[in-house]
């Protein structure tokens, strides 16, 4: 059974400060710790004065928040290098930009970690917090890395998880004990039995947004009906079966 949320604005806060400590110590996937301490050893020439992160990257966001966002796994260059989910690459450069225009972020660029960015009503997180070798955990660093997730969503008071491509649904889905799997769609709308609801979308990656895949208008849509969705102003399209 999912345990009750922490009920104050503070408790939540702690507890999240708590995953995030236990998170950015965390060595239990050697190939993981072995790359992304590589990466950020090499550097991408671009970033050569810059001191890298090189450890797993916490959840970001607004501890208050009714939208949680899910990727996959930090970018080698991008959270790996900045320390903050989506930060640093033009994955994040989408998602942060829209999340502006969606009154969820207070600016539209995610930089550095202190660059003032403030989130409301937002969580961003990720079912695997190292940056794979070609962005491709394996299922055992995948099921090892996702207690994290699981105990984030715990705390969060979210009503709406947007859900960034396959390996993302896959993953929480599993977090959450969705059965059957759910298919992936971009826009397919899945109801849990406790009324929340994960809102699938394509990944906000260069492959995507590059190729016109995904574009600023159907990101914006997807977020316009997280909103609604999350401040109960609307019913999911599907139920789970
Ligand atoms: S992927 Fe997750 S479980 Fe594995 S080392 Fe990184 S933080 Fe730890």
Avoid at 26 to 41: G, I, K, N, S
Wanted: aromatic share 8%; net charge neutral; proline share 8%.
């Amino acid at each position: 059974m999912t345990p009750r949320a922490p009920d104050t604005p503070a408790a939540r806060t702690a507890a999240l400060l708590a995953i995030e400590d236990e998170v950015v110590h965390c060595r239990a996937c050697p190939r993981l710790v072995a790359w992304r301490e590589q990466v950020a050893t090499e550097k991408r020439a671009a970033y050569r004065d810059e001191t890298y992160w090189g450890r797993p990257v916490p959840g970001f966001g607004d501890p208050d928040a009714h939208l949680v966002v899910v990727g996959l796994a930090p970018a080698a260059h991008g959270a790996n290098r900045t320390g903050r989910m989506f930060t640093g690459d033009r994955s994040g450069d989408f998602l942060y930009a829209a999340l502006h225009r969606q009154g969820y972020a207070n600016q539209p660029d995610s930089r550095a970690r202190d660059d003032g960015l403030e989130l409301g009503g937002a969580w961003i997180t990720a079912p695997v917090r190292c940056a794979p070798p070609a962005n491709r955990p394996t299922p055992q660093e995948r099921d090892r890395c996702q207690g994290y997730l699981e105990r984030e969503l715990e705390v969060l008071p979210w009503r709406v998880a947007v859900v960034l491509g396959q390996f993302g649904l896959h993953a929480l889905a599993g977090v959450l004990g969705v059965t059957p799997r759910p298919r992936f769609g971009h826009g397919v709308e899945v109801a849990l039995p406790d009324g929340r609801v994960l809102l699938c979308s394509y990944h906000v990656s260069q492959q995507n947004t590059f190729t016109g895949r995904l574009t600023p208008e159907m990101f914006d849509e997807v977020l316009v009906r997280a909103r609604e969705l999350g401040e109960g102003r609307a019913t999911p399209r599907v139920a789970a079966s």
